[in-house]
């Protein structure tokens, strides 16, 4: 599967963005999801995944009730929707396939896309 990932862009505190990951393929709806950040300087670091239903969602604790993630197996799109962004949101965000469920770990996803930019001004 090859992914896209869209939407990023500079936004002052408090705002919202809304990232989109496009997949290719007849199998998208089989894959666990995940969104992964890396800031200048420092590791790849898990944000969330979503099951392959859609169904079950889970996130690291920094993220959690402020950023939403959800799918279209129809659209074959996974989402992000980020609130309440902070500077330290500030990073390239990353989609990736093939994780199980409740994985966190880079290594469990075998499928990235090729990132884009959130910067969040202070």
């Known amino acids: 599967v090859q992914l896209q990932a869209s939407g990023g862009g500079l936004v002052q505190a408090g705002g919202s963005l809304r990232l989109s990951c496009a997949a290719s393929?007849?199998?998208?709806?089989?894959?666990?999801m995940g969104w992964f950040r890396q800031a200048p300087g420092k590791e790849r670091e898990f944000v969330g995944g979503?099951?392959?239903?859609?169904?079950?969602?889970y996130y690291t604790d920094s993220v959690k009730g402020r950023f939403t993630i959800s799918r279209d197996n129809a659209k074959n799109t996974v989402f992000l929707q980020m609130n309440g962004l902070k500077p330290e949101d500030t990073a390239v965000y990353y989609c990736?396939?093939?994780?199980?469920?409740?994985?966190?770990?880079?290594?469990?996803?075998?499928?990235w896309g090729q990132g884009t930019l959130v910067t969040v001004s202070s």
């Open positions: 990736a396939a093939g994780g199980s469920l409740g994985s966190e770990s880079p290594n469990s996803f075998a499928y």
């Open positions: 393929g007849r199998t998208f709806s089989g894959y666990v």
């Open positions: 979503i099951s392959r239903s859609g169904l079950s969602t």
